[in-house]
């Protein structure tokens, strides 16, 4: 069973840096994808897509946070990460980390919560002004 499990999360003032942790397990060495979402106060009923990466290494960003977060992954621990650097007010919310199988995903896929099946219990980021 395909286990995802968020860390890192914590508070800093604008213009901070956060660095995020998912740690996934159980899944079996084929095509998939992986990526971050966010749930922002006022919002609790939505998943937005932030930032995500299939097994080709090819990433997927949100122009809201394109050029400020990276995401990387160590296959070799099977851990992902987001680099979230010059941190927002407006980037504050709970963040959770998704994965499935995918053989293939456009940039609107792999950033729709809809098209993952496997997710974390979420980590909060708050950025104050």
């Known amino acids: 069973q395909v286990q995802v499990v968020e860390s890192g999360g914590g508070s800093v003032q604008a213009g901070g840096s956060l660095r995020l942790s998912c740690a996934a397990s159980?899944?079996?060495?084929?095509?998939?994808?992986i990526g971050w979402f966010r749930q922002v106060p006022g919002k609790e009923r939505e998943r937005e897509g932030v930032a995500a990466i299939d097994s080709d290494g090819l990433t997927f960003y949100a122009d809201s946070v394109k050029g400020r977060f990276t995401i990387s992954q160590d296959t070799a621990e099977d851990i992902l990460y987001l680099q979230m650097s010059n941190l927002e007010p407006e980037d504050t919310g709970v963040y959770y980390c998704a994965a499935d199988y995918a053989s293939s995903m456009t940039a609107i896929q792999a950033l729709s919560p809809y098209e993952y099946s496997y997710w974390g219990q979420g980590t909060q980021v708050t950025v104050s002004s």
């Open positions: 159980g899944y079996q060495r084929q095509r998939y994808c």
